[in-house]
């Protein structure tokens, strides 16, 4: 059974920073490409980064180019997420999971970027 579980939200100022993990269990994470989610309240879940199952490849959304890096570790089955001068539209639950999100949602983590 696969397991996603979150972790590294929390309360930041505008222009702060935060470092978000996924440890992933029960398949063979190198195999897969993963994603990072938010849903923000009264919104759609969206996605806003991805990686290839090796990691050389790497895709943003838009509004997170240059401010987000997303990266993974296949030994430990860990994905991360360095989140840079974050703003206060970045305020969300993040989730990872798979490109087609592929499994059932862990339990996210909150990011909340607020004076």
């Known amino acids: 059974q696969v397991q996603l579980v979150e972790s590294g939200g929390g309360l930041v100022q505008p222009g702060g920073s935060l470092r978000l993990s996924c440890a992933a269990s029960?398949?063979?994470?190198?195999?897969?490409?993963m994603r990072w989610y938010r849903q923000a309240p009264g919104k759609e879940r969206e996605w806003v980064a991805e990686?290839?199952?090796?990691?050389?490849?790497?895709n943003y959304k838009d509004s997170v180019k240059g401010r987000f890096t997303i990266s993974r570790d296949n030994a430990a089955n860990r994905l991360y997420l360095q989140m840079n001068s974050l703003k206060p539209e970045d305020t969300a639950m993040y989730f990872c999971?798979?490109?087609?999100?592929?499994?059932?949602w862990g339990q996210g983590t909150q990011v909340t970027v607020s004076s």
């Open positions: 990686i290839s199952g090796a990691g050389g490849t790497t």
């Open positions: 029960g398949m063979t994470f190198k195999w897969y490409g």
């Open positions: 999971n798979g490109n087609g999100a592929t499994w059932s």
